[in-house]
C-alpha cells in the first residue's frame, strides 16, 4: 500500500519558511541547509501545482495559494499536536526535546531547581539550555522559549508571567563595618553604589524602592566601579566589599543566609520587577514546551 502522506516532512519545512520568513531563518530552526530547504519547497510546489512562495534575495512572500495551504497545514498540524498531548498527557510519559534561553541572574540562581523538578517529572524530555545577557532572536536562532527579565517591549512574541521578583539593596559586612549602613535614600549619595549598565541604554539601570505604600526609582551614582554586560557582576563585586548594589533577592539570597552580605533599607525594599517566559506567536508549542511552561510557572518558594 502506497504512503498518502509521504510529503509530510515537506510540509513541515514549507510551514517553518513560512513562518520565520525566509530560507535560511527556517533551515536554521530546522537544523539543516537552505538548500535542502529549497529543495523540499520546490518538491512540493511540484507535487501542489502551484507556485506557494515568492523568492526575494532577502525573503520570502506567501502566494495566495500558499497562504491558503499554510492556513490548512497549520490547522493540520495543531490537530496532531493536540492528539499528542492528549496522548502523552494520560500516560504522563512527555518526550522531546525544548531549547530554551535564560538570562545570568535566573539560569544560575533560579532556574536549577525548577529543572530539577521538571527532569523528575518528564524524565524524556531533553532540555537544551542556553544562559546568555543577550535576549536571543527565538525565530532566527530556533529556540522554542527565553526567560526575560522585567517590563517586556512590544516583540509580537506572546509572553506569560512566571513571578514578580523581589529587589533588595546589599553590601558586604567588610562595607558596612568600614562605612556604616545608610538610614535613607539621601544616605545613598554619600556611599560606594555599583551601578549596572543597561546595554539597551548605556545608562545606569535605576534603583527601585517602596517607601510607605510610594514607589519610587533613584539613579545610583558611580563610587568608582560600573558593572556593564553581565548584571551579575553587582552583587560579585559588592561580596567583595567594593560597594552596595541592587539585585534580585534570590540571586543573595544564600550569600545573606550565609553571611557574606548583608541587606539594606529594608524597610524601603520590596520593589518586583516582572519575570515572563516568551515564544514566538507563530511557533506550535510541544508537549514538552507546555509541560516546562507549567512549572516555570509554579509559585515560586
Known amino acids: 500500500m502506497a504512503r498518502r502522506f509521504d510529503y509530510l516532512a515537506d510540509v513541515e519545512v514549507f510551514v517553518a519558511v513560512a513562518e520565520h520568513g ?22 512540493l ?34 490537530t496532531i499536536d493536540d492528539a499528542e498531548r492528549a496522548i502523552q498527557g494520560g500516560s504522563g510519559q512527555v518526550a522531546g526535546r525544548v531549547r530554551l534561553s535564560v538570562p545570568t541572574t535566573y539560569g544560575h540562581f533560579r532556574l536549577p531547581p525548577q ?20 535576549n536571543v532572536d527565538l525565530v532566527a536562532e530556533g529556540f522554542d522559549l527565553a526567560i526575560r527579565m522585567g517590563p517586556l517591549p512590544d516583540s509580537g512574541l506572546i509572553a506569560r508571567k512566571i513571578e514578580d521578583g523581589v529587589m533588595c539593596l546589599v553590601a558586604s559586612p567588610d562595607y558596612v563595618a568600614r562605612h556604616g549602613a545608610p538610614q535613607s535614600i539621601a544616605d545613598l549619595d554619600h556611599h560606594d553604589c555599583v551601578p549596572f549598565v543597561m546595554p ?44 552596595i548594589c541592587q539585585t534580585y533577592d534570590f540571586v543573595v539570597e544564600r550569600a545573606v543566609l550565609q553571611g557574606r552580605l548583608v541587606e539594606l533599607l529594608i524597610g524601603m525594599n520590596g520593589r518586583t520587577r516582572p519575570i515572563s517566559i516568551v515564544y514566538a ?21
Open 115 to 134: 529543572l530539577s523538578r521538571f527532569r523528575a517529572l518528564h524524565p524524556k524530555v531533553e532540555v537544551e539550555l542556553n544562559i546568555t545577557n543577550r
Open 281 to 301: 506567536p507563530n511557533r506550535r508549542l510541544s508537549a514538552a514546551s507546555r509541560a516546562l511552561i507549567d512549572v516555570l510557572s509554579e509559585k515560586q518558594g
Open 45 to 78: 510546489e511540484a507535487r501542489l501545482g502551484s507556485q506557494l512562495l515568492r523568492r526575494t534575495t532577502r525573503r520570502i512572500g506567501l502566494t495566495h495559494d500558499g497562504q491558503h495551504f499554510l492556513d490548512q497545514a497549520r490547522s493540520a498540524f495543531s
Open 22 to 43: 525566509s530560507l535560511t531563518a527556517g533551515a536554521i530552526a530546522l537544523g539543516t541547509t537552505p538548500s535542502v530547504v529549497s529543495r523540499a519547497i520546490s518538491r
Open 200 to 243: 539597551s541604554t548605556g545608562r545606569f539601570a535605576p534603583w527601585m524602592f517602596r517607601d510607605n505604600g510610594r514607589d519610587f526609582e533613584w539613579a545610583p551614582s558611580s563610587g568608582g566601579l560600573v558593572v556593564s554586560d553581565d548584571v551579575l557582576g553587582v552583587m560579585s563585586m559588592a561580596e567583595q566589599g567594593a560597594g
